[in-house]
Nanobody, 119 residues
């Protein structure tokens, strides 16, 4: 089992930046089995969507809303994934969820952290 704890959400003005962190914990065998970690978001009344995902080899994928404005990184030694978000817009307001994928043990989700972009 892997537990994911997000931090770094909050209220920011349009054009501002935030850095989200997600720390994974659990058994060594579970943590080393992770092949990808990432971030999804869900706004009220909308489906959950991919923000960014990074694979253990370092390749990253970004959702259309995040391309050019976000950067994901993974510190495997600290079992932590980071999402740097810049030039934030009111449409980025959502609950951001951390995600981790293990080919042998399944998919894990964090509890979510609220990001609000408002004047």
């Amino acid at each position: 089992q892997v537990q994911l704890v997000e931090s770094g959400g909050g209220v920011v003005q349009p054009g501002g930046s935030l850095r989200l962190s997600c720390e994974g914990s659990g058994s060594i065998s579970s943590l080393v089995s992770l092949s990808a970690m990432g971030w999804y978001r869900q706004a009220p009344g909308k489906q959950r969507e991919l923000v960014a995902q990074i694979f253990s080899g370092g390749i990253a994928n970004y959702g259309d809303s995040a391309k050019g404005r976000s950067a994901i990184s993974w510190d495997s030694g600290e079992n932590t994934v980071f999402l740097q978000m810049n030039n934030l817009r009111p449409t980025d307001t959502a609950v951001y969820y951390c995600n981790a994928v293990s080919p042998t043990q399944g998919t894990y989700w964090g509890q979510g952290t609220q990001v609000t972009v408002s004047l």
